[in-house]
């Protein structure tokens, strides 16, 4: 996507050296944009922990690339494995990272090690190229929902859609997942109009998605997380399309905390409610998402307190809570799949259940 007319990706190798690791620090988006130069596996567990990069199909990349500075120190047989383990252990809940990390094992592990640096960077490199392509006929599968919304209009108002968290560009390698579709209608013409949820306790819709369709120059709205209901009772509210950190085989959806309150409120509204996935984001390994999705618990602080820019443009966090009150901070939520409309994937659209992605991914051997 660009930024200012230039064309960047979330994640890149620096062009100068030609082995380091770019990435935008999206702490702090919206109000600065600064390129963060990644030269070690640490520091790029550090990223993930802290969330300069976050959004799973990009943390699985950034990961991946983790791995291949990890072995230009070391790549033996005991630097792969512990190196990996550490990576794949900075975040829980979204399975791209585990599945990244997999990924890159599988291929390097019989490699003599001489070898393993170059083939590590080659297949991060595809891991990042597929993720793109994925995303982009997420967004093309998904812009029929659009089209088809819009073409049953008797006026001129916009397609009104709901989103919640960050599931856009920045999320991903490009495009984004639930924002793919967003950017194709907006693109072609149609009319679109993006109700956008704050998604407190990090904001990341206020902050990245908001910053995200402004620069693309489509027109949303932000909004309190709690107002989502209440827009869907009165009818301003034509679909929801989230994205999700991990999907079960049987189409349970694990996404940013708060995802399953608006699933409810969608049901209860009759109004549509889709999930953009790249097919890496499905564990196919877990049938049932609340009781084995793990679902990361994070620092009461960003509970108690926000972060945000006074009038004299310097960044300040400021205490919300009274001293001494406790604080939690659950970073995810399961909606069960019956929630679910369905799910936009890169080869079409499904029902959120085991016979929807068995139908879809018929070469996926752990149906059982
Ligand atoms: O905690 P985050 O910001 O990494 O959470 C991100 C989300 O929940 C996104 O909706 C999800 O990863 C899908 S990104 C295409």
């Not at 088809?148 to 960050?166: E, F, G, M």
């Not at 490009?174 to 998604?199: F, N, Q, R, S």
């Not at 990341?204 to 009772?233: K, R």
């Amino acid at each position: 996507m660009k930024i200012d007319g230039v064309s960047y990706r979330s994640v890149w190798i620096n062009e100068e050296d030609g082995w380091s690791v770019n990435i935008f620090d999206q702490t702090l988006f919206p109000f600065s944009r600064n390129i963060l130069r990644l030269t070690t596996p640490d520091d790029v567990a550090h990223a993930i922990r802290s969330m300069q990069v976050r959004g799973a199909p990009l943390i699985g990349a950034v990961a991946a690339y983790g791995l291949a500075l990890a072995l230009r120190n070391n790549a033996s047989d005991h630097a792969l494995e512990t190196q990996a383990a550490m990576l794949a252990a900075t975040r829980p809940t979204a399975i791209n990272l585990r599945w990244a990390i997999d990924r890159l094992l599988t291929y390097l592990r019989p490699l003599p090690e001489q070898e393993r640096v170059k083939a590590a960077y080659a297949e991060a490199g595809k891991i990042c190229d597929e993720d793109v392509a994925q995303n982009e006929a997420i967004g093309r599968h998904g812009l029929e929902l659009i089209r088809d919304i819009a073409s049953k209009r008797k006026n001129q108002s916009p397609v009104n859609i709901l989103t919640h968290c960050n599931a856009g560009w920045i999320a991903t390698v490009d495009w984004g997942t639930a924002l793919a579709p967003i950017y194709m209608a907006h693109d072609e013409g149609l009319k679109v109009h993006v109700w956008v949820d704050e998604t407190r306790p990090r904001n990341q819709g206020a902050a990245l998605t908001a910053w995200e369709l402004g620069g693309h120059g489509v027109p949303h709205t932000v909004i309190a997380d709690n107002a989502g209901g209440h827009l869907m009772q009165h009818g301003q509210v034509d679909l929801v399309i989230v994205g999700t950190d991990r999907v079960t085989r049987t189409g349970d959806v694990a996404n940013k905390i708060g995802s399953y309150l608006k699933a409810l409120a969608a049901r209860d509204n009759n109004v549509p409610f889709w999930v953009a996935l790249p097919s890496t984001t499905i564990d196919w390994t877990v049938s049932d998402g609340v009781k084995e999705i793990p679902i990361e618990e994070r620092s009461a602080s960003e509970v108690t307190h926000i972060a945000g820019r006074t009038a004299k443009g310097e960044i300040t966090s400021v205490q919300l809570v009274p001293d001494g009150s406790k604080a939690a901070n659950p970073a995810f939520d399961v909606t069960p799949a019956r929630l679910v409309t369905g799910l936009i994937t890169e080869r079409g659209c499904c029902p959120a259940t085991t016979e929807g992605l068995r139908a879809m991914f018929p070469e996926n051997q752990l149906f059982v």
